[in-house]
């Protein structure tokens, strides 16, 4: 059964740093594009970043975090990385992953009606 599995939500400090990721079982990550989506409370998803698939797939950011946020990919961990730097109190969201399970598409959207599987989330939170 494919598993989405978000980890390395925390609390931490205005201008901190964290590393999240997000580990698959039952599909290799390398073929699909993944994307990064967070949602406050009371406000809807919205995309933060995506990755297409292989190496030669696309990146994308949301405005709102470029310059911040470095999404990446390890296939022996078979892992996609969401650094956040810079953190602000605005980036407090519940953070998914999201997998669009048509392959090989190297072009990435921050659409989320684009991804068909998605993770249970994980927290973050930033205080001022």
């Known amino acids: 059964q494919v598993q989405l599995v978000e980890s390395g939500g925390a609390l931490v400090h205005s201008g901190g740093s964290l590393s999240l990721s997000c580990t698959a079982s039952?599909?290799?990550?390398?073929?699909?594009?993944i994307g990064w989506f967070r949602q406050a409370p009371g406000r809807e998803r919205e995309g933060v970043s995506c990755i297409g698939s292989g190496d030669a797939g696309s990146y994308d950011y949301a405005d709102s975090v470029k310059g911040r946020f470095t999404i990446s990919r390890d296939n022996d961990k078979n892992t996609i990385y969401l650094q956040l730097n810079k953190l602000l109190p605005e980036d407090t969201a519940v953070y998914y992953c999201?997998?669009?399970?048509?392959?090989?598409?190297?072009?990435?959207?921050?659409?989320?009606?684009?991804?068909?599987?998605w993770g249970l989330g994980t927290q973050v939170s930033v205080s001022s």
């Open positions: 999201a997998a669009d399970l048509t392959p090989f598409r190297h072009v990435c959207l921050l659409n989320e009606n684009e991804y068909d599987h």
């Open positions: 039952q599909f290799t990550l390398d073929y699909y594009a």
